[in-house]
């Protein structure tokens, strides 16, 4: 199994990225080859038209995360948040690091002829 993840480009970065949090930074050389330059958040709330808005920060963000503000005509406030992580200057969505570490791992169950059964 670790051949397999070493052999995975996003499934090496999933496995950097979380041994990093685990360890507060990497203990060993980085699975990928590569050490994770930066994560950033990416948050967009869309408000309605007439609303204002106010944002206080409970901690500094880190430079490159950014809030975006845009008016949606319905009532509510819908928002998103994306992690964006920077790997050797090239920056990477971490929900399709996910989608791809998903089908990697569909791969190495196929090869293994391992069946999961549905609940």
């Avoid at 969505?93 to 999961?116: G, R, T």
């Amino acid at each position: 199994m670790e051949k397999w993840i070493n052999s995975s480009n996003f499934l090496s970065i999933a496995a950097d990225l979380g041994n990093s949090f685990k360890h507060a930074g990497l203990d060993k050389p980085p699975r990928s080859g590569n050490a994770i330059d930066q994560i950033n958040m990416a948050y967009t709330i869309n408000i309605p038209p007439g609303c204002t808005a106010k944002v206080e920060f409970g901690e500094n963000p880190v430079d490159g995360d950014t809030i975006t503000f845009t008016h949606f005509p319905e009532k509510g406030v819908l928002s998103t948040g994306r992690v964006v992580l920077t790997i050797n200057g090239k920056t990477y969505e971490a929900l399709d690091i996910a989608e791809k570490c998903i089908k990697d791992w569909d791969a190495f169950l196929i090869s293994q002829k391992i069946q999961l059964l549905p609940p």
